[in-house]
């Protein structure tokens, strides 16, 4: 198992390998989904929080942009494929750079959530409030653990670089303190092997 996690992990460090993953895993509907649930008209600002690669602003048109990654590869990647088209920053959920001049329309949490321990993400969820536009929305995917799961699914969740899979009413719990959750749902279908990935999306409360 060590063997096997020291290779997964030193895999998914190289940048083109994850996106070859990626892109390979997704049946076809998962990023056009994602973008749908996005909804980012012409000149929206995003703040993507974990944004690995980039990848996402490959179907993302007109926005302004705003990518944070702890690692230097992945935004050195990033910037290297798309230039002035975003701004990228190399910090931890822990030390986000100083952003807080600017609102943003849609924040997100793609992927994130699962690797945070809870301690982290109450910490974190204040300031990335602060950062969030009237009428904007908070949008996180992670993979989530259900009743009577496909064994498959949950054998992969447990074999998750994220070491903190939780069932939907554990991501809700930790959200809902601090934001509105206006519509949450389990896709079963998005990859070419079977997976469960809870969508949350959230608003300020007082929207």
Known sequence: MKLFVFVRERLLANSRIY?????????????????KIIDADPGCKILDIGCGPASILKHLNDVQYFGI????????????????????????????PT?????????????????LTDAQISNMLPSIIKLLAPGGKIISHDPVFIKRQNPIARLLLMMDRGKNVRYEDGYRNLLQPFVEISN???????????????FIEARHASD
């Open 19 to 35: 996106s070859f993953l990626m892109d390979f895993l997704d049946k076809g509907s998962a990023k056009d989904h994602l973008v």
């Open 69 to 96: 990654d702890l690692s230097e590869t992945y935004i050195e990647t990033a910037q290297k494929t798309f230039g002035n088209k975003g701004m990228f920053y190399c910090a931890s959920v822990d030390n986000f």
């Open 184 to 198: 949450a749902f389990v896709r079963l279908d998005l990859l070419r092997f079977p997976y469960s990935i809870l």
């Open 99 to 115: 952003l807080s001049s600017t609102k943003f329309d849609r924040i997100l949490l793609l992927g994130v959530l699962h690797h």
